[in-house]
């Protein structure tokens, strides 16, 4: 049975990434991308659907001893996890060697007092836990045990360890002790079915190279405030979400888990959202990772091609368009929520926000040095002139509502953060373009919202045009420069969703929801409290001048992160635990952004 999702940890190769419970099992890996089917799929089924468990001996019948303590190795996504037993104390050292070769996972156990009796059960199945794979034995001169490979289709997983292994109930089993001192590795790595088999592992030299590439990578972060910690435990996760190869940065790297547990509000996180990406570039730049931003820059370009007109939401880590969405109906889901999907059917969705997004980006990227890109700033120029014909429709906006299509306010905010931002590189000279057209379309644009978007009776922005409802991406018109902090709107709006949005602690919600009817969504339940949105409500309570406030509402959302530091999407107040997909970009970027604002304002305890 998998663990709350609070009790994962993430391990990865800035290709794909497994999650690891508390008691030792890894409930979720794909291989050998983000994207790609996963072999442990236990996490959204139970055991029958593949997992690793490694840990102490316990007896038959009993669940599995958890760890007594965990934590990544210094600034590394290297974990190490500790079991005091009755018969000693015990180490398992897990991660995923940045790659370049086959993926792999390894794990090493290490004796620390006693002697401690060990299994590690390996249950392999492909297709999110639909195939049960073809597993033998291969004989091989380097290994004295010999090689287990897992074989189905054009997948196959090897298995490497000193130690004996024994196959039963369609799972490898390994029974060993582990002294104090000693070592033992056991390795896993992904292959096409039809290529010879992968480079025998050198665990040991792997780890080496795996924790110095880590500390190196951190070394670059510029940012060395009260809050390094959480902000460079949050730059790893999102570096960790990466895909190396292209620069595309997913989501999260899950599918399905819930925002409302037991409820259908389940979506697969496995893709790159321009929205989500173009805010972590943002994050990734003033925080010294210029490399990163120029990759995403690179992928962008190549993702939109030649036609920006239709330009979709969010593309696959490689650039792929079809995104189809599907249901995996073998699979029972976290908890019982279903349906479990993956793919995105959101991806055919008119969201005008993201040109907003993406024009800020490539605004922030030429502002803080990366070269310039001539292709870069003619797709800006390109994504206006599609706006000037277009900002005007509804769309399903940031939210990926699938109700109605409505004028959300924030989806027309961004569209003039989009011209604005043009407008300034055609008055820096970097461009050419038609600048007086291009000032007046903003300045519409910009009393239009003003004009239907705000209800003066309460003195907020509201959702849409002509709605009463709120929506927490209002929180956002200060800190993209649309109003200054101190206007009246601004406050009315911050104060209106603290009173009608915020729930238990002054977390904040979305939108309201419609509990079992379908509200603005198009969806029936409720979910949680989202991240992002509340620390947006820090924000804006540092830049109207409540520092104090601030600090206090994000020092409280730090201590939701899990003991690694970790965040999912939503904070279920009802039942105390972090929900939806996990680790979530979209909740780790403004952690960081937080943090750099209440650090510059000298708005932090201690």
């Not at 029958?48 to 190795?73: K, S």
């Not at 000037?388 to 905010?413: A, L, M, N, T, Y």
Request: hydrophobic share 40%.
């Amino acid at each position: 049975m998998a663990g709350r999702i609070e009790d994962y940890a993430l391990i990865g190769d800035m290709q794909t990434a497994a999650l690891v419970c508390r008691d030792g099992t890894a409930d979720w890996l794909c291989l050998p991308r983000f994207d790609s089917p996963a072999v442990f799929a236990g996490l959204l089924g139970d055991d029958e659907h593949g997992y690793w468990r490694l840990g102490p001996a316990y007896p038959q019948g009993t669940q599995p001893p958890t760890a007594t303590r965990r934590r990544y190795r210094g600034d590394s996504l290297v974990l190490e996890s500790e079991w005091d037993t009755p018969r000693g104390t015990v180490r398992i050292i897990d991660f995923m060697p940045p790659r370049d070769g086959a993926p792999q996972l390894i794990r090493i156990v290490e004796g620390v007092s006693g002697r401690v009796p060990m299994r590690s059960a390996l249950r392999m199945r492909f297709s999110y836990g639909a195939v049960v794979p073809w597993v033998h034995r291969v004989d091989d001169p380097q290994a004295a045990e010999g090689r287990t490979v897992a074989v189905a289709g054009p997948d196959s997983v090897w298995l490497d360890t000193e130690c004996p292994t024994y196959g039963k109930d369609l799972t490898t089993f390994a029974d060993f002790t582990v002294s104090p001192g000693e070592r033992i590795a056991f390795t896993i790595s992904w292959q096409p079915s039809h290529h010879q088999p992968p480079a025998m592992p050198d665990p040991e030299a792997s780890l080496e190279a795996t924790e110095q590439f880590w500390r190196d990578w951190v070394d670059h972060c510029t940012y060395h405030g009260p809050y390094r910690d959480a902000v460079v435990r949050s730059l790893i996760t999102l570096k960790a979400l990466t895909y190396g190869p292209t620069g595309g940065i997913v989501a999260a790297p899950t599918t399905s888990l819930p925002e409302d547990i037991g409820g259908v509000r389940n979506w697969d996180y496995r893709f790159t959202w321009l929205r989500d990406a173009a805010i972590t570039l943002s994050s990734l730049l003033r925080t010294g990772y210029r490399e990163e931003a120029r990759a995403w820059r690179e992928w962008l370009l190549r993702a939109v091609a030649g036609d920006p007109e239709n330009l979709q939401i969010m593309y696959g880590i490689a650039g792929e368009r079809e995104l189809g969405e599907t249901e995996l109906t073998w699979l029972p889901g976290y908890e019982g929520s279903q349906p479990v999907r993956v793919g995105n059917g959101a991806v055919r969705q008119l969201q005008l926000d993201v040109y907003g997004e993406v024009s800020e980006a490539l605004h922030l990227a030429l502002m803080t040095g990366l070269a310039r890109n001539d292709y870069a700033s003619l797709l800006q120029l390109k994504l206006i002139r599609y706006l000037e014909d277009h900002w005007q429709e509804p769309d399903e906006g940031i939210w990926e509502v699938r109700g109605p299509r409505r004028h959300f306010v924030h989806s027309k905010v961004m569209a003039w953060v989009a011209v604005d931002r043009t407008v300034k590189l055609i008055e820096s000279g970097e461009v050419d373009g038609p600048l007086e057209r291009w000032r007046e379309l903003r300045d519409e644009i910009h009393r239009d919202v003003c004009e239907k978007g705000y209800d003066k009776d309460r003195n907020t922005f509201t959702q849409s045009y002509g709605s009463r409802e709120l929506d927490a991406s209002l929180l956002l018109i200060p800190q993209v420069g649309f109003l200054p902090p101190d206007d009246k709107r601004v406050i009315g709006t911050i104060e209106a969703i603290q009173k009608e949005l915020t729930v238990e602690g002054g977390f904040v919600l979305r939108y309201p929801t419609e509990g079992a009817h379908a509200g603005v969504d198009g969806l029936p339940g409720d979910e949680g409290a989202f991240l992002a949105c509340s620390f947006w409500l820090a924000d804006d309570l540092a830049m109207i001048g409540r520092v104090d406030e601030a600090r206090q509402l994000f020092e409280k959302l730090l201590s939701l992160r899990n003991d690694l530091g970790l965040l999912a999407e939503e904070w279920d107040p009802r039942l105390q635990r972090q929900v939806g997909n996990f680790p979530q970009a979209f909740s780790h970027v403004p952690l960081i952004d937080t943090a750099l604002r209440l650090t510059a304002s000298g708005a932090y305890g201690g």
